[in-house]
């Protein structure tokens, strides 16, 4: 049985809370590197003190705006993956939950999608997890579609996730950019296809 919180516990989520969506209005309005952490502490009306106790710098918290876009996606993901049992039609939902997550609101995406190519080789452990969770999900599902006989067994599991993490993200970057004829989802779907018929053991194609 999971505990409730108690009350300093809700009141401290409620402060991060704050934080977090005050930041965000002002990265939307402003820009992120036009925002201080002045700036985020005066309109939350927080001491400076409390904002580094929920956030050790700015960067932090895009990285936290990862954290809970992977939540959501996986929350979406359960639900669509209970009614599929083929493991590429599970990889195919995948890229499509996360490009509605992303094309539901485009100026956030673009914000995270620069914080992450500048932090991709920094020494930020949020960044590094999102990164790394997305990819083992897409590992585990290749493994599961080898099993089953869908995909071929002499590839590296790990070899494709990567392939296909490559792309959503070389994808996000043309989207943000207007460089796609189609929808981004469209896009990931078609793109993810091209790969996966790659990967597909010889019963499967015919």
């Not at 939950?97 to 995270?112: A, P």
Request: glycine residues 6%; aromatic residues 8%; charged residues 25%.
């Amino acid at each position: 049985m999971t505990k409730e919180p108690n009350r300093q516990e809700r009141k401290k989520a409620q402060t991060r809370g704050l934080i977090f969506e005050t930041a965000m209005e002002l990265f939307l309005k402003q820009g992120y590197d036009d925002t201080t952490v002045e700036q985020i502490v005066a309109k939350a009306d927080v001491a400076k003190g409390t904002f580094f106790n929920h956030f050790p710098t700015k960067d932090a918290i895009l990285s936290e705006l990862g954290r809970q876009r992977v939540e959501l996606a996986e929350v979406l993901l359960r639900k669509e993956f209970s009614v599929l049992s083929s493991a590429q039609e599970k990889i195919i939902c995948l890229l499509e939950v996360f490009g509605q997550v992303n094309e539901e609101n485009k100026e956030i995406t673009e914000l995270v999608l620069r914080h992450m190519f500048v932090q991709m080789f920094s020494d930020i452990e949020q960044e590094k997890q999102n990164q790394q969770q997305f990819i083992l999900v897409i590992e585990g599902l290749v493994s599961e579609g080898q099993v089953q006989g869908e995909f071929v067994n002499n590839v590296e599991p790990r070899h494709v996730a990567e392939i296909i993490a490559g792309m959503y993200f070389f994808t996000l970057y043309q989207w943000v950019q207007g460089e796609l004829e189609n929808s981004l989802r469209q896009e990931l779907l078609a793109r993810t296809n091209i790969i996966l018929r790659g990967i597909q053991a010889r019963q499967k194609m015919e």
